[in-house]
């Protein structure tokens, strides 16, 4: 190995990977949000297809798309590598669980979230692929744009998926909450001024951006109701 | 107070092990923890069976031996004590009180309650010290050294090396214990030396030795009886990727 | 001087003689340091210095203690300080002054030459901690910071928070791990040396037992080094901890060491009371509290007098007794002063609290003086503490307090190259008698545990080795074998007794004997009938002690058995050197031997001495001999704290 992959590799480092994947994901929410949003512009969809064109087809957002899935394999393949380590270094449990109540609950959940996450990915992206590169969506009537939007209506009209959508996004918020600050301390930003409001901001952003991202499925699936 | 333990057990390493239910009576409010068993233990002997086996020594706190996991908590209940300065006054009339040894992978038991900590020790040894021979050194205020960053040393030197990092951990990690001896040696003037190649050799004994990973849950600092700082484990964290950028070592 | 106890202090001016014994000393060729080895036993502060340092050197050492980690042993629980003579605050200390006050501290029982180089050495420790990161505590400048600790006139003691003996401990402790790591010195944890072996009346190695397996195994080596520390666990109770034991020293007695000043114990004022049978410790707290609490009984006894109904008792039933009787120093007289006048309080039946053995040590007028928060500032971990072990409030009740056994001034005789009477065995801090006469100084235990395993032994271990051939004796010799048989013997026979009490029972029973007759205040009367008691006690414990399990596997009731079995003949013979030394003097205060004012009496003409004991088989008396202690430069004074 060469001296980068095995500082890479130690505990240490896998957690810096875990750290800096982890950061990137959480910018890449906020992006991800703002299209989603454009699905309650009430113009049927057009501005969230115009973006979504505009994101397929431009080449800086082409490569950061690899770059991500890039991050989100290297999330995946260290979070469970540290999972099974983390695992294995305690063989024999406590018959007592700890009951102090002083660490946040969602820390030490972090691997069962994330493995709810994968789930609820592989489901999202084997849509994301399959109408990218293998049905191609219809455009929207006299454009080249691809009218995804009317799909996300139509799948958005299933309780099932938007009961299970929602559910995703709750664990997502409990993953972000650990996962926000611990990204911080990872990198060795831990500060007495600068720590509490990583952690406020943190817990801020676990709520918030989950609940946008939650409110879409429920509000279209309300509409739809009520139309 | 009478009371309920269920102990583990444990002839020796070999051994499954398992709990053990002891009834005991007439404890006294103002006895320590390990004085309740040091009773328990007299009744056993008098009876002809093997006393509970524990590690203590000092028992006033600093020795860092006495090692137990109460009721699910490394030194029990209380914050900032260790198991030999808990009193049975923390504890009520008719509790039933579970007792388990450390747990951790690197940390097997020897026997009862029991534990082998030596992994500790060869994390020290893999750099946990300034490489300096007795004799030739410069005189004690040659170097100037700004209180607070004494101060701060100082809070990560209070370590006792007893393991309940390790074993309050959900991971078994030793990034605590680590932490505290990196940190001490990074914030003095005499540990700059050999900062980098001792943070990198120590975590990397400490990897081998087969500890978890940290996640940053904080259950090592809420038990840990000197109350260590998690800042600590984010500045060895710091002082790992400083040593991995710039340090030499390929 | 005795014949046999040639101190071999050098010629020459007090001064110079270390300089001119380091100058005069044998060297050993660096590349033939290789070619020996040594075995240091304990690792506390003299055994982890001496092995880190002689590992340095290029010996081959062998380091042992019986905790699961070197960093463990009790001089990791020191809390006070570390003196020095460096005089940082400029207020008038020197290297002769440190050497004055332990000499007067010691009240005139300890050797000039070996206190002057211990004052002598004191700031290279200093230095040689700094070096090594010890976090001492500084100044806002920057520079180390002293306070003044123990009642002496200048600030010489270094400190690290209240743990100072923990981060001195780690700073040998990290300096001995880098020698394991360097394959210099191989360290046996847990682990227990059960005897010496001697080859050609040399000390050549020991036997010990793994305390996981059982096993018993011999090391063969050039020289021993024994720092295993002090004996106070002979009292039960005491600050020791709970594995603190005599068993090297005392096996090492009984192959040939002689046994210096084995009465002279430190009970220190400070400790929190017994409260019930069940006690396995005492808690210190430190000295200082003694600097803003006021110590005092009720003046007519009230039986059972709790803290809390003390704070109703009006100002004029109780009884300041130490600002009675001692107006100029009143609650900050000396620790064995502070400690008699509490029994004496308690002998009349004035003491308080459940157990009528204790006294009250009040807060309450400094509280009011300066305030809750300056007090929690200075005291607020201690009251903690005292809060965590008694379940009362400092702040709002008085504390209760009582002298226990802390420290054990008395150990093996050695010269001044701390060998002793077994040539190659040598002896380093609490396990030696040298430096603190009878009575030690404050923040002076580090200085010197420190000082014998960084400055002292390098030199003069390399003195003897330099005059021997390097061969090796092979553990097959017959010596080792008779030693490993003999040890073998010895745990079989604790393991079949089969008898009814436990090894507690009669640990307890000493306990109280050499409490009550051999603690604070001693008379012939009461000596001699604890010395018949004693015996009988050990004649029962070999017919009638119960130890449980096997000897191949971990078995505490046998480690604890082994050490109350040698603590029961240890014992005896302070007994001995208690009975025959009818003069008061440090921590030794012979009730026939004292001032009209009731105050320690010192016999200087009859008692100038060292009284060091030589084993002269099983059951027979131990022989006493004499080593003259002759004082050329300070003048005898008589102690007084009017």
Known sequence: MSWFTKALSGSVGKKLVMSLTGLFLILFLIEHLIGNFMLLKGDGGVAFNEFAHFMKHNPV??????????????????????????????????????????????????????????????????????????????????????????????????????????????????????????????????????????????????????????????????????? | MNLTLKIWRQKNQQDKGGFKDYKISDISPDMSFLEMIDVLNEDLVKKGEDPVHFDHDCREGICGMCSMVING??????????????????????????????????????????????????????????????????????????????????????????????????????????????????????????????????????????????????ACSAECPKEISLTHIARLNREYYSAKVYSENV | MSKILDSKVPEGALAEKWSKHKFNVKLVNPANKRKYDIIVVGTGLAGASAAAS??????????????????????????????????????????FRLFYDTIKGGDYRSREANVYRLAEVSNNIIDQCVAQGVPFARDYGGLLDNRSFGGAQVSRTFYARGQTGQQLLLGAYSALTRQVANGKVKLYD?????????????????????????????????????????????FFLSTN?????????????????????????????????????????????????????????????????????????????????????????????????????????CDEGRGVGSTGLAVFLDFADAIKRSGKDVITAKYGNLFDMYQQITGDNPYEVPMMIYPAVHYTMGGLWVDYNLMTTVPGLYAAGECNFSDHGANRLGASALMQGLADGYFVLPYTIGDYLANMPNEKVSTDHEAFQTAEKEVKERINKLLSVNGNKTVDEFHKELGKIMWDYCGMSRNEEGLKKAKKMISEIRKEFWENVNVIGDNHEMNQSLEKANRVADFLELGEVMVDDALQRSESCGGHFREESQTPEGEALRIDDMFSFVAAFEYAGDNQPEKLHKEDLVFDNVKLTQRSYK
């Not at chain 3, 019986?66 to 960093?71: G, H, K, M, N, P």
């Open chain 2, 73 to 218: 908590r490394p030194h029990g209940p209380k914050q900032a004590i260790t198991t030999c300065q808990l009193h049975m006054r923390s504890f009520s009339d008719g509790d039933t009180i579970t007792i388990e040894p450390w747990r951790a992978k690197a940390f097997p038991v020897i026997k009862d309650l029991v534990v082998d900590r030596t992994p500790f020790e060869r994390i020290m040894q893999a750099g946990g010290y300034v490489s300096i021979n007795t004799g030739g050194v410069p005189d004690a205020n040659a170097i100037p050294i700004p209180k607070n960053m004494a101060e701060d040393a100082m809070d990560a030197a209070a370590c006792i090396g007893c393991g309940a990092c390790v074993a309050s951990c959900k991971n078994a990690s030793a990034m605590l214990f680590v932490s505290a001896k990196v940190s001490q040696l990074a914030l003095l003037p005499q540990g700059m030396i050999e900062r980098k190649s001792r943070v990198e050799k120590m975590l990397m004994q400490m990897d081998a030795e087969g500890f978890g990973a940290c996640t940053n849950t904080g």
């Open chain 1, 61 to 227: 957002i082409l490569v950061g798309e690899i770059v991500m899935f890039i991050g989100i394999l290297l999330h995946v393949i260290d979070g469970l590598a540290l999972e099974r380590k983390n695992r294995s270094a305690r063989p024999i449990g406590y018959a007592t669980p700890n009951k102090s109540a002083v660490t946040s609950w969602t820390s030490k959940y972090m691997g069962p979230f994330g493995i709810i996450i994968l789930i609820f990915l592989a489901i999202h992206l084997y849509d994301f692929f399959r109408y990218k590169y293998f049905s191609p969506v219809d455009n929207m009537p006299g454009t080249d744009i691809s009218d995804l939007a009317s799909l996300v209506y139509i799948k958005f009209q299933s309780l099932v998926y938007v009961v299970f959508y929602v559910i995703a996004m709750i664990v997502i918020g409990f993953h972000l909450n650990h996962g926000f600050q611990s990204a911080f301390q990872t990198l060795g930003l831990n500060h007495a001024k600068y720590t509490p409001a990583i952690k406020f901001i943190g817990s801020l952003y676990a709520i918030l951006v989950p609940l946008g991202y939650a409110l879409i499925p429920v509000i279209i699936y309300i509409q739809n109701i009520s139309n």
């Open chain 3, 190 to 234: 847990r682990t227990e040396m059960l005897d010496l072996v001697l080859v050609d009346g040399k000390a050549r190695g020991i036997v010990t037992r793994n305390l996981i397996t059982g096993k018993i195994e011999s090391h063969s080596a050039h020289a021993v080094v024994l720092a295993t520390g002090g004996y106070g666990n002979v």
């Open chain 3, 54 to 95: 002689l590992g340095e050197l290029g010996y081959n050492v062998k380091a042992f203690c019986f905790q699961d980690s070197a960093r463990r042993a009790h001089s990791i629980a020191a809390q006070g300080g570390i003196n020095a003579a460096k005089n940082y605050p400029n207020d008038g200390d020197s290297v």
């Open chain 3, 241 to 345: 901890a709970m594995g603190s034991n005599a068993t090297a020293a005392w096996r090492a007695h009984k192959k040939g060491a002689f046994f210096a000043n084995p009465s002279f114990t430190q009970i220190h004022p400070t400790c929190i009371p017994v409260s019930g049978d069940h006690q396995s410790k005492l808690t210190l707290m430190s000295e200082s509290l003694r600097n803003d609490g006021r110590v005092w009984v009720p003046k007519k006894a009230i039986k059972g007098l709790s803290a809390k109904d003390a704070v109703s008792l009006p100002e004029e039933d109780r009884d300041y007794f130490l600002e009675r009787k001692y107006p100029s120093f009143g609650n900050l007289v000396p620790r064995d002063v502070a400690s008699r006048n509490a029994k004496m309080m």
